[in-house]
């Protein structure tokens, strides 16, 4: 999800008139607020987004949260959190509590993270000390885009941070997740990449991830007693929900290899032949090797790394916690790799879509790709000791959810929109 876009910030609601009350106004469009809830108000950037979504829907299916979402469908479709809605409800016990009901809601912000003043209206619509937390996905993310426009991902992705940070400051809201990446490793010295590897990142948007942490980072040395933040370094997200009504659905052709795998299988992108950036790499067949993981994981790693945020977690006093830099200091600030600590390579991902989807791909060998490292695998024993967390979803099944949702939605998520 792109965070640039024209529109003023407004708030679009998906409220039940039986449980909500306390009407009110925020930027002249009617906003609710929950009678006497339990539920704790988060905040999703990025939230109608691929991975977005899934996380949504992660923290929806707690029932312990009230999620709402800042989007600008620049690389989006607002009709994911509609189904995610539809998820959540199917999910229900037999006789739900108004939180329940309450809690399958998501409250959706339209606004531009990179305009100070749109952020402090949506943050400000939950009052002082309203917001309990943040998780910020919403980036630019392509390395070969950023190579070509790189000033265009420091806004989006650096100062966009900076914003959402001093804004949530200002309202009391003082514990986030930060959605970093793998590529702020570079070229690693060691694979599996532990998180205490230097980070030398080789393009603009994997330096735009370094220069965000470095900022959350000193953040939260300056306010100790207040901040609490995780990074979360994640490697190849894959794979959909299992209902098929979610999934990845870039605007445009996909200009990661999963999806494109799908749309020339199911059709919508008509080149027979893939082409395959460099085959002189020095890994198990020549071609690049990425670290993949189920997205409905990756998306419970977010639930995890935010309930750590709680004020008696013990995850910032562990000995083997890893922030950046050689020392953290006092400062509440972890980084934790989100992978499976196996890799694979373009050519098992052909394979392995091949076998899902029954379709010969044709792939040929092109030069390099600026800004690409060999092999990005995660070593994801930190995450697993601190966070409890697993990527437990193997590639076929990853494989397998993708086809699903792209035979459900062979137009993706156009036809609703």
């Known amino acids: ?16 008139d039986s449980i909500m009350n306390d009407v009110h106004e925020s930027n002249g469009v009617p906003t609710t607020t929950p009678a006497a809830s339990s539920l704790r108000n988060v905040l999703i ?22 999620v709402a979402t800042i989007d600008n469908s620049h690389n989006s479709f607002p009709t994911s959190l509609k189904r995610v809605e539809e998820i959540a409800r199917q999910n229900l016990p037999e006789n739900p509590t108004e939180d329940d009901i309450l809690s399958t809601k998501v409250q959706v912000f339209e606004a531009d993270l990179t305009k100070e003043d749109q952020v402090r209206n949506v943050i400000s619509t939950f009052g002082h000390g309203g917001l309990w937390g943040a998780i910020h996905i919403a980036a630019y993310k392509s390395v070969g885009e950023s190579n070509e426009i790189p000033l265009a991902y420091y806004e989006n992705n650096v100062v966009a941070t900076l914003i ?9 809201c003082h514990r986030l997740v930060y ?24 393009s603009p948007y994997g330096r735009s991830k370094v220069m965000s942490e ?4 000193d953040l939260c040395r300056s306010k100790p007693d207040q901040w609490r933040i ?11 929900h299992p209902s098929g009504l979610i999934g990845e659905e870039p605007r445009g052709r996909p200009g990661n290899l999963l999806p494109l795998l799908a749309h020339m299988a199911v059709g919508r992108v008509k080149e027979s032949t893939l082409n395959v950036f460099g085959n002189d790499y020095p890994t198990h067949d020549g071609t690049c090797v990425r670290d993949y993981l189920h997205v409905c994981d990756l998306a419970d790693g977010h639930l995890y790394a935010l309930e750590a945020l709680e004020d008696n977690s013990t995850v910032f006093s562990h000995p083997d916690g890893v922030g950046v830099g050689e020392k953290e200091g006092e400062g509440k600030f972890r980084a934790f790799n989100l992978g499976k600590g196996h890799g694979m390579s373009v050519f098992d ?9 029954g379709f010969d791909f044709k792939t040929q060998v092109v030069g390099r790709r600026a800004g690409d490292v060999p092999d990005l695998t995660a070593d994801p024993s930190l995450a697993k000791k601190i966070l409890g967390f697993e990527a437990k ?20 998520y156009a036809t609703s929109d």
């Open 214 to 217: 470095t900022i959350l980072s």
């Open 393 to 412: 979803a193997d590639l076929e099944t990853m494989c397998r959810d993708l086809w699903n949702w792209q035979t459900k939605n062979p137009n993706g």
């Open 349 to 357: 991902i052909v394979e392995a879509m091949k076998k899902a989807t």
């Open 179 to 202: 959605s970093s990446s793998a590529t702020v490793y570079g070229i690693p010295p060691i694979v599996p990449i532990p998180e205490t590897t230097t980070l030398n990142a080789r």
């Open 164 to 172: 959402l940070a001093k804004t949530m400051g200002e309202f009391g």
């Open 1 to 16: 999800m792109s965070t640039i876009a024209e529109n003023s910030a407004q708030t679009l609601q998906n409220g039940s």
């Open 230 to 240: 995780i990074s979360l370094r994640y490697f190849n997200p894959a794979g959909a």
């Open 45 to 66: 950037t990025g939230g109608a987004g691929y991975i977005g979504s899934h996380t949504v829907l992660s923290l929806l299916l707690t029932r312990k949260y009230r």
